[in-house]
């Protein structure tokens, strides 16, 4: 049996679809990618506050008639690109491989037993904390 939902636009407008409830999410998203001219990877479903799995049954959610859904757009975002291998190992040596002094926090070399300047030169040397790189 077909139940009729509806579905808010990002311009405000609403749209109706009739779908059965063993309908899946991607299922309902290619019908409104066909009614509104869009890509299924452009937005995202919402329902009561919730995205809604596309893998999913719209049973799953306790949809009933004339239940509204909203459009959600998806927004392109960060830059995903490699780094060459070798300039890694060349950043590695100037710039993470180092110590610091706990006192007057001087960057020393990665081999320093003790603080390089002058009115420092305080043993109590610690590791530079580790680069924090993204992971996609």
Known sequence: MAESIFVRTFD???I???VSPD???LELKKTISDQL???EEDY??????SILEDNKLLSDYDISRNTTFHLIPTLPGGRVFKINPNLVKIAAKYRWERRICRRCYAR???RA???RKKKCRSRNIREKAELKVHKP
């Open 23 to 25: 309908t899946s999410v």
């Open 113 to 115: 037993t003790q603080c």
């Open 44 to 49: 995202l479903i919402s329902f009561e506050g």
């Open 108 to 110: 020393l070399p990665a």
């Open 16 to 18: 109706s679809v009739s």
């Open 12 to 14: 405000d407008s609403t």
């Open 37 to 39: 001219n869009l890509l």
